[in-house]
């Protein structure tokens, strides 16, 4: 005999899908999981619902770390906006100095060093690696296994020795900017190099062996949070929740921008898109990610040179009026920077659109009805989403 | 002002109706006192040894900073050996470490979990941002200064501190605490009104009580 | 894309098409940017044409829904950017609208992610789309009773310096200032 599952005592749905929800009745509970929460990455809270065990509604509240970066990069010229533009991510924050310095240098015709376009990709690989090394820290973190945070914070700080040597700080490197890069590698760069990514990849594959293959890993994490392939285009998402569902959409392959054409890479895709598999996909392109450096550092060695243009006087720099988007793949998805200059020494408009701004909110409430409240901190985890981005 | 924060009348399940008002009911209303040594010198000396070798951080990542306390947690950093661990409760914390900017969302929300730790309590201001703004000082959601809206026993400067300027902050506070001069929570009691009036200035959706404890 | 435009003046009035440079003028050779261009379309239009492009031109993915304040002129510019992720092509929809009780009509029938951008919208720039849902919350700020921040008529500095007080002691200097007084001490 099976057992048959009795809903009787659940909300039932709705003619319009959604859940007949009755809060005077005393059968449901609001939870407010907090901006202060071990489960929560970064600060962002989520006001839960739930039925006895099971979460039935769901609404997310962003808005903690405002700062109004978009009117603060209003009030600045063009050069005076690179040094804050980093902090507007802050876990993996080359990706803004990109998308300005890019979208800066196409409004403004320069041209930039062939050199600077190498490091410049060295830059954005290095701190996707960082990022995924936190990612698999913390999926493993949400389910209770806090041995993999610990390998994989060691490693990615060896990671950030590499940054601290090559752009003098651990976290805000303020090293891109339009132009090219600030300086170039030091000696011995290469061989340091090579011996951390031997490092980070010796650690992959002791995280493999205990958390990919891993009994309770599986069983909490295969077949929940699925994202139909259909919701894909309907809400925006993009990246490695995208590619997870089966659809192999990698900006660095379809649109290539810096010297990504010149690299062999290939878009990851897995099958059913769960938890177990973004975790999976993720850490197949951190391997390629580690691959991709090896090639970077030795195709650099053809393009010597220097790695800085010549600017205009910065503190009277004018551009025309135009606007242009300038996106690329981070680790969470597709990023993006929207500029619109007017003729004066001031942007007229820095949008930043951040993956996370499509992911966290509307999609995350889409997908956590119905789930048990302990797989909430994992979902919300399994998106990787970084609140910083989503207000600004 | 919220709908369950409201004063109303709730039918519980038996039929039974009672009147709820929840900002009074729900929390103490008596304010902080000043909390003095109960004992003599010679204990409370030991007593503060005591407390500054064991300082429990609430884990409340506010900023930018709670990038830099990850590796504070992994062996290469290491805060664990000088007695510092992260706690997931403000119940059972005693530092609470404000990393960087605080959007004014946030400082309600932190205000709240200071006054929920219980006494002796101390606070570090990690970064420039709490000590004058940092690059926010034109910004129109982030507090450029810290000590009106909570007492600081520490300032960490830098954007940001590295880890081991966070383990001299450690050892720079263990020092003021073995003093007897980490009178954070007792400044708080004192001048109550002052601090209260300043986070209501800012706070433009006040829906707490008084004194969360 | 050329023929693309063509298809779409047959059907729709446009107004000026902005395409992105070239890429003689100056940018450089692996700018990604060759196929972005940027349309201005009448707002009672942008409805019909947004769904031409999604349905018929394949234009599935949208990228962002901004505005841009032209104070100057009087008027707000929404920008949609859909993107067709096949021909790997991107488009920018321009609609401008007036100041003055800014509001347009909501499309999160065809996207369900532009709810977010449109919530954004109203509590940063006071654009107002009815029927978007949950847009009279609070998103971002909280107890916000002054301008809209991210119009440009709203002074950031001065309501932080009336609102937040400063710690004395701080200097500012303007660079360009500081910079001429550097280098030509003698004021040649």
Known sequence: MTYQLDRSQYPQKKADGTLDIDLTSGKYLKLWQGPQHPGITGNMSIELTVCGDEVVDAKTHVGYLHRGFEKLMERRTFMQVFPIVCRVCVPEPDFNEYCYAAAIEELAGLEIPERANWIRTLILEMGRVNSYLMYLGGQAGAFGQGVIGQWTTYVRDLMLDRFEELTGARIYHMFILPGGVRADLPDGFEKRMQETLLEIESTLADVKKVMLHNAVFKKRAIGIGVIDSKLIDHYGITGPNARAAGIARDVRIEQPYLIYSELELEAIIGQNSDIYTRAEIRYRDLLQSVDLIRQILSKMKNHQGKVMSKLPNVLHWKIPRGETYIRGECSRGEYGYYVVTDGSAYPRRINVRGPSYTHAIALFERLIINNNISDVAAMLVSLHTYPPEIER | ?213 | MKALFKRLQQCFPLSEITEQLNPQKGSQKNSQNSDLAFITVASDQLRLVLTHLRDVEGFTHLVLLTAVDWLEEDQFQLTYLICNRSKKWDIGLRVFISREAATMESTHDLWAGIATYQRELFEMFGIDFPGSPRIDEEFILEGWKDLPPYRRDFDTLEYSQRTYKDRPGRETKDPAEHMKQQLYKDGG
């Open chain 2, 1 to 213: 002002m919220k709908k369950e924060l409201e004063k109303r009348v709730i039918k519980g399940p038996d039929g039974f109706e009672f009147e709820v008002e929840p900002l009074k009911d729900y929390y103490c209303d008596a304010p902080p006192t000043v909390q003095t040594g109960a004992y003599n010198e010679i204990v409370e000396k030991i007593f503060n040894w005591a407390r500054s070798e064991s300082i429990w951080i609430l884990g409340f990542g506010t900023g930018c900073g709670a990038i830099e306390m990850r590796p504070l947690m992994t062996p290469r950093f290491d805060a664990y050996r000088f007695g510092v661990q992260w706690r997931a409760t403000p119940r059972q914390s005693n530092l609470f470490i404000i990393s960087g900017y605080l959007s004014v969302k946030t400082l309600k929300r932190v205000v709240r979990a200071y006054e929920q730790m219980p006494s002796p309590k101390y606070v570090i201001g990690l970064g420039s941002c709490t000590i004058n703004g940092g690059m926010y000082w034109d910004s129109y959601n982030t507090i450029k200064r810290l000590d009106e809206y909570l007492p600081v026993d520490l300032y960490i400067a830098g954007c940001m501190p590295r880890p081991e300027a966070l383990l001299q902050g450690f050892k720079d506070l263990k020092g003021i605490i073995r003093e007897g001069k980490a009178e954070g929570a007792n400044l708080y009691a004192e001048n109550f009104e002052w601090y209260k009036a300043n986070q209501k200035k800012v706070i433009l959706d006040w829906d707490m009580p008084e004194y969360n404890w």
